[in-house]
């Protein structure tokens, strides 16, 4: 017995949790199962489900406690008991992390929020500066320019942009035919913000471009203030004029200043080629999209347009057939005229 | 001593709660008055008719404290979802005539203002828990949820103004009241969220608020019947 819990002992060292003392008494218990109250803090949670968890952990460590005793008799090496042990203990520890695997989910909800927490720390004025800023391109290239990290401006001007969108797929009459117009809006804008933020940070890790994840979402998000302008000022007035000169004034402005941010903190000129180029067209022609595939009177435009093209299209679908088919009956008919007795069409090979 | 405990079940707990060296000792009382206790909270044995009547009514209570809305805590205090559950389902299906019949797009349907309404509650809550709002996830629910009245109530207001047609002064009227019902609705739901989030900031709590209600409010003024 006592070398047995001798053995047990060696084992101790490697236990690191906290707890590991209560696991220890609860071997050493020598076959009867007494928990100790003293070592059962509270911090343990122990309901009355504990306890009966407790109760299955205790016996299975006493029996195997127990099995144990038993071999001490047979002056067996002290390595095996040890390896019996630890069996012992590793059923029990297996228990106990199911437990905490099953209370840390109902925790994750709420732990993820606070995670996300820090990057909504902002001030009203904050936000205010940054779609001020957002506009305004900075031509200080020498030096990496600063860009806030934060999450709260960019993710309230998605949705800006999503009701933006609602009202442009709205009064264009935009027919949808599988999906609603909310899930495309949402699709759209969200798909852009994210799928444009990872590819330009792909290409940024990629020419080695000093900027992290969180920065090109902040930045490409902030970016689109100036889309959510253009778009809510030419979706109701209809001028084309006016929406290539709010399109080159604002959306270039905004896209300067992307520009300039990124090119600040990349060295190399094929480098920086690549990336601001890159940047730059996805955002001009986003802009463009967006105004064209959702308006009134490319709409209309696009259905008179149809109209005289698909019937041509129609009837030279319907004759090639017809033709090809003559053209080689009449080579067969040529081919064949000598044996045949008829003139050559064919007639004579329907027959 | 192991085939002792096992022939003995339950031996275990009882070896749990007593030890040797502590003795137990303690007070065991029996509440006498509980039968007077559970004739007040009891709601088996009422009618069932009385047991709706008093969630409606408290339903009601909660709609007139979002048409007066004066800073009461009544609406955070003891929330429920049938209000908003009821709210929402109206105004769906107050907007769905007029898609149901044109089986075209362009109007909305129940399922997207269904859609819009939780979802977007549920992105406004998430907002104001993010920016460090102390208010829980239900009571907000709830109380956006409630401040949809005003907006029902003009969503109403439009059908019968259609009735009479939809000519410029039909929609002058219909643009009055959803604006005035928009306005009514901000204002009614701010003024019972923004006590619970750091003073600095509620200048960006309002912000979805406002982008909720205005989508709200735009799908109910461009809604046209059918024809």
């Given at each position: 017995?006592s070398?047995?819990?001798?053995?047990?002992?060696?084992?101790?060292?490697?236990?690191?949790e906290?707890?590991?003392?209560?696991?220890?008494?609860?071997?050493?218990?020598?076959?009867?199962?007494?928990i100790?109250?003293?070592?059962?803090?509270?911090?343990s949670?122990?309901?009355?489900?504990?306890?009966?968890?407790?109760?299955q952990?205790?016996?299975?460590?006493?029996e195997?406690?127990?099995?144990?005793d038993?071999n001490?008799?047979?002056?067996?090496?002290?390595g095996?008991?040890g390896l019996?042990?630890?069996?012992?203990?590793?059923?029990?520890?297996?228990?106990?992390?199911?437990g905490?695997?099953?209370?840390?989910?109902?925790?994750?909800?709420?732990a993820?929020i606070?995670?996300?927490?820090?990057?909504?720390?902002?001030?009203?004025?904050?936000?205010?500066s940054r779609?001020?800023?957002?506009?305004?391109?900075?031509?200080?290239?020498?030096?990496?320019?600063?860009i806030?990290?934060?999450l709260?401006?960019?993710?309230?001007?998605?949705?800006?942009?999503?009701?933006?969108?609602l009202?442009?797929?709205?009064?264009?009459g935009?027919?949808?035919r599988?999906?609603?117009?909310?899930g495309?809006?949402?699709?759209?804008?969200?798909?852009?913000?994210?799928?444009?933020?990872?590819?330009?940070?792909?290409?940024?890790?990629?020419?080695?471009?000093?900027?992290?994840?969180?920065?090109?979402?902040s930045?490409?998000?902030?970016g689109?203030?100036?889309?959510?302008?253009?778009?809510?000022?030419?979706y109701?007035?209809?001028?084309?004029?006016?929406?290539?000169?709010?399109?080159l004034?604002?959306?270039g402005?905004?896209?300067?200043?992307?520009?300039?941010?990124?090119?600040?903190r990349?060295?190399?000129?094929?480098?920086?080629?690549l990336?601001?180029?890159t940047?730059?067209?996805?955002?001009?022609?986003f802009?463009?999209?967006?105004?064209?595939?959702?308006?009134?009177?490319?709409?209309?435009?696009?259905?008179?347009?149809?109209?005289?093209?698909?019937?041509?299209?129609?009837?030279?679908?319907r004759d090639?057939?017809?033709?090809?088919?003559?053209?080689?009956?009449?080579?067969?008919g040529?081919?064949?005229?000598?044996?045949?007795?008829?003139?050559?069409?064919?007639?004579?090979?329907?027959? | 001593?192991?085939?002792?405990?096992?022939?003995?079940p339950?031996?275990?707990l009882?070896?749990?709660?007593?030890?040797?060296?502590?003795p137990?000792?303690?007070?065991?009382?029996v509440?006498?008055?509980?039968?007077?206790?559970?004739?007040?909270f009891?709601?088996l044995d009422e009618?069932v008719?009385?047991?709706?009547?008093?969630?409606?009514?408290?339903?009601?209570?909660k709609?007139?404290?979002v048409?007066y809305?004066?800073?009461?805590?009544?609406?955070?205090?003891?929330?429920?979802?049938?209000?908003?559950l009821?709210?929402?389902?109206?105004?769906?299906?107050?907007?769905?005539?007029?898609?149901?019949?044109n089986?075209?797009?362009?109007?909305?349907?129940?399922?997207e203002?269904?859609?819009?309404i939780?979802?977007?509650?549920?992105?406004?809550?998430?907002?104001?828990?993010?920016?460090?709002?102390?208010?829980?996830?239900?009571?907000?629910?709830?109380?956006?949820?409630?401040c949809?009245?005003?907006?029902?109530?003009?969503?109403a207001?439009?059908?019968?103004?259609?009735?009479?047609?939809s000519?410029?002064?039909?929609?002058?009227?219909?643009?009055?009241?959803v604006?005035?019902?928009f306005g009514?609705?901000?204002?009614?739901?701010?003024?019972?969220?923004?006590?619970?989030?750091?003073?600095?900031?509620k200048?960006?709590?309002?912000?979805?608020?406002?982008?909720?209600y205005?989508?709200?409010?735009?799908?109910?003024?461009t809604f046209?019947?059918?024809?």
């Amino acid at each position: 017995m006592s070398a047995g819990s001798g053995s047990r002992n060696t084992n101790t060292n490697t236990n690191t949790e906290p707890w590991g003392s209560f696991d220890d008494n609860l071997i050493q218990g020598s076959g009867s199962a007494v928990i100790d109250m003293e070592n059962m803090d509270d911090t343990s949670g122990s309901s009355f489900e504990d306890m009966g968890e407790m109760h299955q952990r205790m016996k299975v460590a006493a029996e195997a406690a127990a099995a144990e005793d038993d071999n001490a008799d047979d002056g067996e090496f002290l390595g095996m008991k040890g390896l019996k042990g630890q069996l012992g203990r590793q059923v029990a520890d297996e228990v106990w992390q199911a437990g905490k695997r099953q209370a840390s989910r109902a925790f994750n909800l709420y732990a993820n929020i606070d995670i996300l927490r820090p990057y909504f720390d902002v001030e009203p004025v904050q936000v205010r500066s940054r779609l001020v800023e957002s506009m305004i391109p900075v031509r200080m290239i020498n030096f990496p320019q600063k860009i806030a990290g934060e999450l709260y401006g960019p993710l309230m001007l998605v949705f800006t942009l999503v009701a933006i969108l609602l009202h442009g797929m709205k009064t264009s009459g935009t027919v949808i035919r599988e999906g609603t117009l909310m899930g495309t809006a949402i699709g759209t804008c969200f798909g852009y913000w994210l799928g444009v933020s990872s590819f330009i940070y792909f290409l940024a890790y990629l020419v080695n471009a000093q900027i992290t994840m969180l920065q090109m979402l902040s930045l490409l998000g902030y970016g689109l203030f100036g889309h959510c302008v253009v778009l809510l000022i030419t979706y109701n007035i209809h001028f084309h004029f006016l929406f290539y000169f709010l399109w080159l004034l604002i959306g270039g402005l905004s896209t300067l200043r992307m520009v300039a941010a990124l090119l600040s903190r990349t060295v190399g000129k094929t480098p920086r080629l690549l990336l601001c180029g890159t940047l730059s067209v996805l955002h001009l022609l986003f802009l463009l999209y967006l105004h064209f595939a959702y308006h009134r009177i490319v709409e209309g435009l696009l259905d008179s347009l149809e109209g005289p093209n698909m019937a041509p299209m129609q009837r030279v679908a319907r004759d090639v057939p017809e033709l090809t088919l003559n053209t080689t009956l009449r080579t067969l008919g040529v081919l064949v005229r000598p044996h045949t007795l008829g003139d050559g069409t064919g007639r004579l090979f329907k027959i | 001593m192991a085939a002792a405990e096992s022939s003995r079940p339950f031996s275990g707990l009882s070896d749990v709660s007593i030890s040797e060296d502590i003795p137990v000792e303690g007070d065991i009382s029996v509440p006498i008055d509980s039968s007077r206790k559970d004739d007040d909270f009891s709601t088996l044995d009422e009618p069932v008719k009385e047991t709706i009547l008093r969630d409606l009514r408290a339903v009601g209570k909660k709609f007139i404290h979002v048409l007066y809305p004066k800073r009461s805590s009544a609406l955070l205090r003891d929330w429920d979802l049938w209000g908003p559950l009821l709210l929402c389902v109206t105004l769906a299906l107050l907007l769905q005539g007029g898609a149901a019949d044109n089986d075209d797009q362009g109007g909305p349907q129940f399922a997207e203002v269904f859609v819009i309404i939780w979802f977007g509650s549920i992105i406004i809550t998430l907002n104001s828990k993010l920016l460090g709002g102390t208010i829980s996830f239900f009571q907000s629910l709830c109380v956006l949820g409630y401040c949809i009245l005003p907006l029902t109530a003009a969503m109403a207001v439009c059908r019968i103004v259609l009735l009479s047609g939809s000519g410029k002064v039909s929609f002058a009227v219909r643009l009055v009241v959803v604006t005035a019902s928009f306005g009514w609705s901000t204002f009614a739901s701010t003024a019972f969220l923004t006590g619970s989030q750091p003073p600095n900031r509620k200048a960006l709590v309002v912000y979805p608020v406002f982008l909720f209600y205005f989508v709200i409010g735009w799908m109910i003024l461009t809604f046209s019947p059918p024809q």
